[in-house]
């Protein structure tokens, strides 16, 4: 038998990347079944360097929230991604269940850092590429 519960910190260190993943957006877990007691919630940090963006992908029936920490984010989504909305620091995102959505750094030059919690937990279900031509405003680093 197992003793009482106690608080779990994962150190800054520490953060795990043995979590869904898609193309350039990096997830990296603190609070998650991967590395923690938790079973019904991810917590972590996702970061994309600056012009990158993940590949089209939605999150199964998971919930997800976000805090955007630093940097000019844009989810795209809707019929071919042609809907977006822009997030700066201190912006919220919620993002529903089984909704295809494309995560993009803006910048070029900075990177863009998040907070995402998802419940269960980091389910990530990864879809046929688009090219960016079709991401309205997005561009790459030269």
């Avoid at 993002?95 to 990530?124: A, F, G, Q, Y």
Wanted: hydrophobic letters at 30%; proline letters at 11%.
């Amino acid at each position: 038998m197992s003793g009482p519960a106690v608080p779990v910190v994962t150190r800054a260190n520490e953060l795990s990347d043995k979590t869904g993943q898609s193309g350039d957006c990096v997830r990296r877990s603190g609070v998650s079944p991967q590395h923690t007691p938790a079973t019904k919630i991810w917590f972590g940090q996702v970061s994309n360097e600056p012009g990158f963006r993940s590949p089209p992908h939605h999150h199964g029936d998971a919930e997800t929230g976000g805090y955007v920490l630093s940097g000019h984010g844009r989810i795209y989504f809707g019929e071919g991604y042609r809907e977006y909305v822009d997030m700066l620091p201190g912006d919220f995102v919620f993002v529903p269940p089984n909704m295809p959505h494309v995560e993009v750094n803006m910048s070029t030059t900075d990177e863009l850092i998040w907070l995402t919690c998802r419940t269960p937990d980091n389910i990530v279900v990864n879809l046929p590429d688009v090219p960016d031509s079709d991401l309205e405003g997005y561009r790459r680093p030269e």
